[in-house]
């Protein structure tokens, strides 16, 4: 019987926020919805993240029009997924469950089918709320755990800890980490579990190993998501499907590559080669791109590449003899586990189609590129860019004192200011935390959730005052304020999904609603 893959296409979410800051438009939306509804995508993701915050922050778009204007246009042949961030639901924060409940079902009668949720820290206690609410309002629920690395002790590290008798700390984000993560999601309730690498840092090996693993542990059918940061995503994403995952996330063409992952064309050659069904109209693909090449263009002040790919349709171009002999080494290394082979042969495959280079820094970094240049650009507001590499080098330490948490938004930003706060510190011979950043300090409180490693209580009480932990309690939660607009009459949020947008971007969402209510009112004087 033969291999059926699912795709679920994250353009129009994860993929315009990876490549474009998350700056495209309603009416650009629009144009490339007619082309999806036939395509065959198992899923679209279209929502969350990003998306809500940026829509009113820089669009002055509605939110919530949007997932409903998409939902209208796609019809019920093809689901809509939403990222959720466990308890911090598409904000920062956390919230409690009066808040998510609403959120949930508001979001699933506006059209989503699928909600992915994860938790920055991997804390399986800040998703059940989201999990819960989502299964009761009729969605599939989506458990991602979120791929991280160990950090990498340099070499001075290593002799200064052996002569002074102190042990580095052992590998915390091993493969049964993650599955046991996995199974406690999948106990409470998973309808698909997803392993998720956000940052474009895990392997081919890696990959291989963990969706071996999950395919016979689990019962869930396994989705994959990964970006081409680092010069991984292609090769991890072939690695995970010679392996059996059921699910991959792919980009079109146009909208691929880079920061973002993969794209779908290419994935439907390797399909083809090994036989596996897709089912996808790839006719129908090439409609959209040919829009998205028109988009892009557009976007071009916010494109985080230098260059287009070249075009290639799948269906109607020919790829030279040694190029599709690439396709098949590729197939073949995957299937051998040499990884060091597989990464030629994709690398060479993304070459020839003039995708961006591997980015080397978040390689070696081993950081988000997002966490990179929030460093760069506080040390620049501070006057002190030249402590970059200084800065650089504190990651791991200030890591591993907070508890080794994942580099997922929003602990990454929260890891970033730290960072620069320290740093400087440093540089005016102060001690590394002499102003610890109020984040920093929620985190060491526990009030982000369980680390994987748990934190010093003499840490503790320097950081925050207190030796004990104190996860996020929501009973000191108070509702945002929604005050009147005096000289229309009105309140600022005048039902429940306004409500929502106002507790979850507090400024952003009383400036833009506050506007469409002016806007309105003037339209009809």
């Known amino acids: 019987m033969a291999h059926k893959l699912s795709i679920r296409d994250v353009t129009l979410r994860d993929g315009q926020q990876s490549s474009f800051a998350t700056r495209m438009s309603q009416q650009q939306i629009d144009r490339v919805l007619p082309f999806y509804r036939n395509v065959g995508f198992y899923a679209m993701e279209v929502w969350g993240g990003a998306v809500p915050d940026i829509s009113m922050r820089y669009l002055n778009e509605d939110p919530w029009m949007r997932l409903e204007k998409i939902r209208a246009a796609i019809g019920n042949d093809t689901k809509l997924a939403a990222l959720c961030r466990g308890r911090d639901l598409f904000g920062y924060n956390p919230y409690p469950d009066a808040v998510v409940k609403s959120l949930c079902r508001n979001t699933i009668e506006s059209g ?34 979120c791929y991280a690395i160990d950090p990498h002790h340099s070499a001075l590290e290593r002799i200064e800890a052996a002569l002074h008798g102190h042990s580095l700390h052992k590998p915390v984000f091993t493969n049964d980490y993650f599955l046991t993560k996995a199974q406690q999601m999948e106990h409470i309730t998973a309808d698909i579990i997803t392993l998720e690498d956000a940052n474009g840092l895990i392997t081919p090996k890696r990959t291989a190993e963990l969706v071996r693993l999950f395919k016979k542990e689990l019962k869930a059918p396994i989705d994959f998501h990964t970006r081409c940061t680092a010069g991984y995503g292609l090769a991890s994403m072939l690695s995970a499907i010679v392996n059996g995952v059921d699910i991959v996330d792919t980009n079109i063409w146009y909208f691929a590559g880079g920061c973002s992952a993969p ?34 263009k557009e976007l071009k002040g916010y494109d985080s590449a230098t260059c287009l790919p070249n075009p290639f349709d799948p269906l109607t171009d020919k790829l030279p003899t040694e ?87 929003p602990i990454s930003k929260v890891i970033a200011s730290q960072v620069v706060a320290s740093a400087l510190s440093e540089m005016n011979g102060e001690p590394l935390y002499r102003k610890p950043v109020y984040p920093f300090v929620a985190l060491v409180r526990g009030e982000y959730g369980k680390t994987p490693l748990p934190i010093d ?36 949020a005048e039902n429940e999904k306004e409500v929502l947008l106002l507790e979850l971007f507090p400024m952003v969402a009383r400036n833009f609603l506050t506007k469409r209510k002016k806007e309105k009112h003037q339209a009809m004087m």
């Open 112 to 145: 989503i089918n699928i909600m992915r949720i994860f938790d920055a820290m991997n804390d399986v206690d800040n998703m059940k709320s989201a999990i819960k609410y989502t299964d009761r309002y009729g969605a599939m629920v989506d458990c991602a755990v």
């Open 263 to 296: 794209a779908i064309e290419l994935i439907y050659v390797f399909c083809k080669k090994m036989g596996i069904e897709l089912e996808i109209d790839m006719e129908a693909v090439a409609r959209i791109n040919a829009e998205l090449f028109k988009i892009r």
């Open 323 to 409: 190029i599709d002999r690439f396709f098949n080494d590729a197939i073949e290394a995957a299937r051998k586990d040499k990884e060091e082979d597989l990464l030629l042969f994709c690398h060479a495959i993304e070459e020839y189609f003039n995708f961006p280079d591997p980015n080397e820094l978040v390689q070696k970094s081993q950081i988000p590129l997002g966490m990179y240049n929030q460093i760069v650009s506080q040390l620049k507001q501070q006057g002190h860019p030249e402590l970059l590499e200084k800065a650089m080098l504190l990651i791991p330490r200030i890591r591993m004192d907070a508890g080794l948490p994942p580099l997922v938004t």
């Open 457 to 492: 209580p003499e840490f503790r009480l320097q950081i925050t005052g207190d030796r004990e932990e104190c996860f996020y309690d929501p009973t000191d939660y108070e509702m945002e304020e929604n005050p009147m607009i005096e000289e229309l009459g009105v309140l600022v």
